[in-house]
């Protein structure tokens, strides 16, 4: 008898404090096929793969590789057995070299001296079959979000290893990276290799998994084959009820001018140019702007300018009337400006901090939150953070005084979208806030964009996601190398010509 | 419910500081043991024991006040470290703190003549000038704390023997006597004296000391000030973020933790105890060994009181090994060796973490193969 099955994962129960985050979970993957793994955030999901690389203990269930039980209590457990792992967030290390880092742990050595040159030419033959573009040389910490996870692409490959998971490989990635990511996949798998892949992108489960298993909340729901369902079957299945995909919205009033910004010239970091050059913009009352391309255009540097992380080289910055060019971060903060941050890690939490401690990360200095003798008002924090956890469904084993780290990442996300909405800021700065999100948690945030808007704030989205920005705002612009080249009507545009702006084919003057 | 007893945050740190001194001591009597193993019992014993070393009562009362006198500055020199630690920095410049505050207070009080008041304010403030430095490079320049705090330190020691020699005996390198010199400046006794058959070192520095181990907790824990400063420690780019002075907070806690080191040195200097001597070649260990405290006592201000006792502890009591069977460095050494297995107090918490984890698991499964036997059987 044949078993059709590389990997088993038999009744997995997996508990962590106050919550179970796998409870009797069986997954079974066959050899060569592309299997999804759904679920909102909190699912249990990424806990799964977790146990699978050894990273955690099961407290019950049995894992089997080609029909044999096998015990996995580490990732070099895994890796023996032929399993590789892309994190949901990377595993690299920054000042080391794109090869240093592939070839890390397994060094091809002769009498302990490193033999490098036969790792960089099995490396580059790697890259060159499966069309994984990097510069071996290059370091870390100055390559793309997209070249550091065809990195940890290279590094699972370069182990040989058969199981490949990748845990929210696309929330990071442009368009044009994720259609090369799904054809890399279906290229490995036609290999022969068999990959489990974590995804909250219906489409993209769509497109290139052979079945999909469905979680929610720790349980096993469901396996399906992707050809006999459709993106609403499956999102059913997840979130238990069915998700409009669309947005409804009235038509905008926009109202008086929020924020305007005049020939702002932001600084690069990574390269002499400046990243962002002489953009002028208004963002008005009740308006949803969206400044909408290609990652790595600006759009970081000039939120930086903007919310008052990076100096301005030149122009002026006026909110609400008032000239902040100048001003500090908590000036901006307490008077107006909300920003959900593009990276939630770097900039949006104290990962070693507590929930609720997060949840005030910016309001904590209030007179609700500390006394006049700058003691810190406990039960305050505590009751408000009980509220957000609530009215944002912000899911965590220990509610409030969960540590930050523990929680899955898009319930992190949750956490800072909460915070800052529920300042009722003048003028929302949203960059990718619906990165790593579920489709529900998703509609959730863009209806809340909305009712911002509706509610005579504005807003400014910076987003890469496609859908995202033909569906959610009112206005499009579009930046190009750190120029605005195009302004757009949502309901006028397509998607063709929103690419051709974004792909710097064509441009307008534009006039703030 | 014993599950969560051995998963205790606190339990732990006090498990694994007991093994690190428990590790630390079977080093040094192995060490003692491969020198001369006819006197290893009896020199570990003696070095346990410290002032119980002493037969008579009032002998160790007086004693152990010596230790107590010198545990308040290392406590100091801990709070320091461990102040600046939870803001992210590492403050081993606490060591050059230290020696500039022994500089003022002795200074003040041997060529001014100023009241202990006086000279244990002026130690603070240029012990908190002495952090600054670093705090204001760092902030500025982002210089390391950890290089600019190790030239401070010699800058920091020079300095102090150069202004010193203005009031030291002529005869000997030594400064002179606050007693003979100027009373004034001896820290009152507050009558604790009477509790250690009369040692009058035992001083205001003693409870003092600890009333500040009691406040830092309080500040770190509970107050806006010691929000900020761990958050800025945890992410610094989410300190920004959210607004935080991060700058001013860097070189604010350096400031405090220079003062705190700078008080330190008053604790010791102006009770009488030492006399500073100005050809002294090495920066004090008190603020190095601070560092070793500060990890052992868990990172917990209240468990820095009684660590820094701890090591204070094993330093007096290395005085007691038999020098007829060792050489007289041995006694360092020894301490020495302790502190230093302190270090891995952290290491060990980790370590106990996944074998209590990998325990319960294999506890799981047994339970589990248990019940499927029983189950198979029926
Ligand atoms: N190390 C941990 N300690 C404690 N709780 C944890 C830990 N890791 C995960 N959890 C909890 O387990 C649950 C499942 O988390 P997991 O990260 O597997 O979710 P996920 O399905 O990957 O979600 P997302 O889509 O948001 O990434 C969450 O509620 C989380 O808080
Ligand atoms: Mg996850």
Known sequence: ?512 | MKKSFWKNNAVQSLLASLICILLGLLIGYIVLLCINPAGASGAIMAVIKNFMNYSRASLQLKNFGATLVKTAPLLMCALSVLFAYKAGLFNIGAAGQYTVGICASLYAALAWHWSWIACMLFAILVGALWGTIPGLLKAYCNVNVVISGIMLNWIGLYSTNMILTKVKETTSPYTFHLATENPSAILPTLGLEKLFSGNDKVTLAIPLSILLAIAISVILEKTRFGYELKATGGNPNAAKYAGMAEKRNTILTLAIAGALAGLGAALMYLTDFEQWQCTTSSVPGMGFSGIAATFLGGLNPIGTIFASYFIQHITSGGAFVDKTMYCSQISDLISSLIIYLCGFVLFLKTSMNSIIARNEEKRAAAAKAAAQAEGGDR
């Open chain 1, 1 to 512: 008898m044949d078993n059709p099955y590389v990997i088993e994962m038999l009744h997995i129960t997996k508990r962590f404090p106050g919550i179970i985050a796998n409870d009797d979970i069986t997954l079974q993957l066959r050899r060569g096929e592309i299997h999804a793994l759904l679920g909102e955030n909190g699912a249990g999901k990424s806990t799964l793969m977790s146990v699978l690389f050894g990273m955690y203990q099961p407290e019950e269930g049995e894992i089997r590789k080609d029909g044999k039980k096998v015990a996995i209590n580490n990732p070099n457990d895994a890796n023996d057995l032929g399993i590789g792992m892309v994190h949901q967030h990377f595993k690299l290390v920054e000042c080391f070299s794109v090869l240093d880092n592939i070839i890390m742990g397994v060094e091809p050595n002769r009498f302990g001296f490193l033999q490098k040159k036969e790792a960089r030419e099995k490396v580059l033959a790697l890259s060159e079959k499966y069309g994984l573009r990097v510069d071996p040389d290059a370091l870390i910490e100055d390559i793309t979000v997209g070249m550091q996870q065809r990195t940890e692409i290279l590094k699972m490959l370069y182990r040989e290893n058969e199981i490949l998971i990748f845990d929210e490989p696309t929330a990071v990635l442009t368009p044009q990276e994720i259609d090369e990511l799904m054809q890399i996949m279906k290229n490995l798998a036609a290999e022969g290799k068999s990959i489990l892949f974590i995804s909250h992108k219906l489409a993209e489960i769509m497109a290139v998994a052979d079945r999909c298993t469905v979680l929610r909340k720790g349980k096993y729901i469901g396996t399906v084959e992707t050809k006999n369902t459709t993106m609403e079957e499956l999102s059913a299945m997840m979130v238990g009820r069915n998700v409009n995909f669309h947005v409804e919205k009235k038509p905008a009033e926009p109202g008086e001018v929020i924020l305007d910004i005049e020939h702002m010239t932001v600084a690069s970091k990574v390269h002499k140019n400046n990243a962002v050059k002489d953009v002028s913009l208004k963002v008005r009352a009740g308006e949803i702007v969206c400044l909408a391309g290609i990652d790595g255009n600006g759009q970081t540097e000039f939120v930086y300018g903007l919310t008052g992380l990076e100096p301005l080289v030149s122009g002026k910055v006026t909110l609400l009337g008032q000239d902040i060019t100048r001003a500090s971060i908590r000036y901006r903060s307490t008077h107006g400006m909300s920003h959900i941050p593009e990276d939630r890690h770097k900039h949006g939490l104290v990962l070693d901090y507590t929930l609720e401690d997060n949840i005030v990360l910016e309001r904590y200095f209030e007179p609700e939150f500390t006394n006049s003798m700058g003691f810190l008002r406990r039960d305050n924090i505590r009751s408000y953070a009980e509220r957000l956890i609530d009215e944002y469904d912000i899911r965590s084993g220990q509610g409030p005084i969960t540590i930050a780290r523990s929680m899955s990442g898009g319930n992190q996300q949750k956490a800072i979208i909460a915070r800052e909405i529920d300042k009722n800021p003048e003028l929302l700065v949203a960059v990718q806030p619906t990165r790593g999100l579920d489709v529900g948690a998703i509609e959730g945030v863009h209806r809340q964009l909305v009712a911002q808007r509706d509610a005579g704030k504005a807003v400014l989205l910076v987003s890469l996601e496609l859908d995202e920005v033909m569906d959610v705002p009112d206005r499009i612009l579009v930046m190009y190398e750190g120029e605005i080249v195009g302004e757009l009507d949502p309901k006028q545009t397509t998607q063709e010509e929103l690419g051709l702006y974004m792909a710097g084919a064509k441009r307008d003057e534009v006039k703030a």
